[in-house]
């Protein structure tokens, strides 16, 4: 497990998005199909396959604060102000990341990366106190700001590993799965 402190990272590349949730995850996107219906997190963080992950979150129909990182090697540390970390593979097979709502909709931001297996580690914070908003009619406000919060961070790697979790799990994913 990597030492849980917080040093310098090479960042090649970053960007900040409100990522509107849908059905309570955003998605990963890494150029991959799915196979058929999605699989159950293990973890309460993510689920998906090699080509696209799903990041869960306790906000619904609401934005949620998310700051992506493309690094050039593992961050040699986890911070600990985030309520959970895992990390997990994925395969970004054209070089470009894009983070959409949960249903494909709403491409929100699309990074480039070298090809290739990537871990992911990704961090969340205050997920138990997500914003839910179940009406989506164009009178509802969605301005208030939203205390959850996520960082992710990619890398390329030369080999598959197994999903860890690095610190955690929080409330939220207890109470998930």
Not at 12 to 37: K, P, T
Not at 57 to 78: H, N, T, W, Y
Not at 102 to 125: D, K, M, N, Y
């Amino acid at each position: 497990m990597p030492e849980l402190i917080s040093p310098p990272r090479a960042i090649v590349q970053s960007g900040s998005v409100d990522v509107v949730v849908q059905y309570g995850y955003y998605n990963l996107w890494a150029g991959g199909e799915r196979s058929g219906a999605d699989t159950p997190s293990r973890d309460g963080l993510l689920f998906g396959e090699a080509g696209w992950l799903a990041v869960i979150c306790g906000s619904d129909f609401a934005p949620v604060p998310c700051q992506i990182e493309v690094l050039k090697r593992m961050p040699p540390a986890v911070d600990r102000g985030w309520d959970m970390v895992g990390e997990y593979d994925l395969d970004i097979q054209q070089g470009v990341l894009t983070v959409m709502g949960g249903q494909g909709a709403c491409p929100h931001l699309t990074l480039s990366s070298t090809r290739g297996l990537h871990r992911v580690r990704v961090h969340v914070r205050n997920r138990d106190q997500g914003l839910q908003i179940t009406d989506v009619g164009p009178l509802v406000d969605i301005s208030p700001v939203n205390p959850e919060e996520h960082l992710i961070q990619l890398w390329p790697v030369d080999h598959a590993r197994p999903a860890e979790v690095l610190l955690g799990p929080d409330q939220y994913a207890l109470s998930y799965r």
